[in-house]
């Protein structure tokens, strides 16, 4: 039922709320995940399934699908509700202290609530020449959600940052060509990711190249490129453009909230707490002195943040949840006996989207 009262819900269901998730299900607390998207894992789902990870604990190298589903099996393991396609609009706090959460579906109550939303909604930067919109989807992409597509293809992907980087390296072993141009003479990729491409077969065209013209009817055929100090244009027979010039940042509903916000993101403090009582924030969408944007670190934010919460909910609790050993054990007995005695669903999952019931 959508408006009983859980103890934790997460407005979204990327990888931080899902590791969350994990946390609440182990301090024996009701949760409840919302998601916009139809499926859970947030950006390494949306912007790159089938890259490589190489910077979380524990996987030297992993698949962002692989991760998330792995994140995934350790987050619904324990008595759960995810609602998927569901857009959170609103939050607001009752005077008794109830978190009300507003979505496009319904109303939902919460004892707290953990934003997890990331940077809200993705919307990648353009570029201005003609064609490009028509050509989107047909050789014009921002992000790269199946390898398959790209093989034995002439690409050219665009930009100077962490995710122009990684594609160029996931996309070297099955295109056929790859072009890389970036505007500016300084990179804002990790060094290494650009010695990678710099060691690899793909072509690096630096600074100061940019896209000019992008040629082709049902899809994208040559696209002209300009070396904007010298003038040297190049014609380049390109099946696939991937442009990767940054995100804007749009909160959206989030702005709303009567959240601090700080430079577009939701500001906490050592515990991830909010200015609002009860609710807390991890991940991507939180600032604090010393911020990085890493799943890694958005994990231990969502550990403190949940750990706070049960603390918050129940005072006697404490906030260390201790060892994860005898605890995962004791937890998995207390959510067995708790079904058993009709208190909690034995289902261990409920999920839900835009079809389904
Ligand atoms: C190309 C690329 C490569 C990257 N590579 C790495 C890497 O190698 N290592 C690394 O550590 N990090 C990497 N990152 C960064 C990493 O993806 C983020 O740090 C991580 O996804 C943050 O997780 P999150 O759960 O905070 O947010 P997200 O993954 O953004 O998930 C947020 C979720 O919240 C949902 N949401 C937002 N607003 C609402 C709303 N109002 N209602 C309902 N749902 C909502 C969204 O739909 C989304 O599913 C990379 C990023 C990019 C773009």
């Not at 590791?19 to 950006?43: F, N, P, Q, S, W």
């Not at 509700?81 to 609009?89: A, W």
């Not at 010393?290 to 909910?313: F, H, M, R």
Request: charged content about 25%; overall charge negative.
């Amino acid at each position: 039922m959508e408006n009983e009262l859980y103890d934790i819900t997460f407005v979204g269901a990327g990888p931080v709320a899902l590791y969350g998730m994990y946390y609440a299900g182990l301090r024996m607390t009701r949760y409840k995940a919302i998601d916009m998207l139809d499926e859970v894992g947030g950006g390494l789902m949306a912007l790159y399934p089938e890259k490589y990870i190489y910077d979380v604990a524990g996987f030297p190298k992993i698949l962002a699908k692989d991760l998330t589903r792995q994140m995934q099996q350790q987050a619904t393991q324990y008595p759960h509700t995810m609602c998927l396609g569901e857009k959170v609009l609103d939050l607001k706090r009752t005077d008794e202290g109830i978190i009300e959460i507003t979505t496009d579906r319904g109303l939902h109550l919460s004892k707290t609530v953990v934003v997890c939303a990331g940077l809200g909604a993705y919307i990648p930067k353009k570029i201005d020449v003609p064609n490009i919109q028509e050509l989107e989807g047909r050789g014009v992409f921002y992000s790269v959600r199946r390898l398959r597509d790209f093989h034995g293809k002439n690409i050219l992907v665009v930009g100077g940052g962490d995710s122009a980087f990684d594609y160029s390296m996931m996309l070297e072993p099955v295109a056929a060509k790859i072009t890389h141009i970036h505007r500016n003479d300084f990179f804002s990729a990790h060094e290494d990711s650009v010695r990678k491409v710099r060691e690899s077969s793909v072509e690096l065209l630096v600074p100061f190249w940019e896209v000019k013209e992008i040629e082709g009817d049902d899809w994208v055929k040559r696209v002209t490129i300009v070396q904007t100090r010298t003038g040297e244009e190049r014609v380049l027979d390109i099946d696939a453009i991937i442009f990767n010039i940054g995100f804007l940042t749009n909160l959206g509903p989030i702005e709303q909230w009567g959240l601090t916000l700080d430079k577009n993101a939701i500001a906490v403090d050592s515990r991830m707490r909010t200015n609002v009582e009860g609710i807390y924030a991890a991940g991507d969408i939180v600032t604090y002195d010393g911020k990085l944007k890493l799943i890694s670190t958005g994990c231990g934010e969502v550990a403190i943040a949940v750990n706070n919460a049960k603390n918050y909910i129940h005072p006697k609790a404490k906030v260390s949840p201790g060892h994860s050993t005898d605890k995962h054990e004791l937890a998995q007995q207390r959510w067995a006996k708790k079904s058993a005695a009709g208190e909690e669903n034995p289902t261990p999952s409920t999920t839900r989207n835009k079809t389904g019931p």
